[in-house]
């Protein structure tokens, strides 16, 4: 299995339209794609999550 860890650093976080581009752009992968913050992992193909 391959595994990828990419940090991204934005001092705004993630708001309202980069997380649902960046949702739209993960559905693209057969990938499993999470985002982490504090500990806390969550889907990042869901911008429910």
Do not use: P
């Amino acid at each position: 299995m391959l595994r990828s860890e990419v940090e991204i650093i934005n001092k705004l976080g993630l708001h309202a339209r980069a997380s649902s581009k960046f949702t739209q752009l993960a559905s693209r992968y057969k990938s499993d794609i999470f985002i982490s913050r504090n500990n806390r992992r969550v889907n990042g193909k869901s911008i429910m999550a």
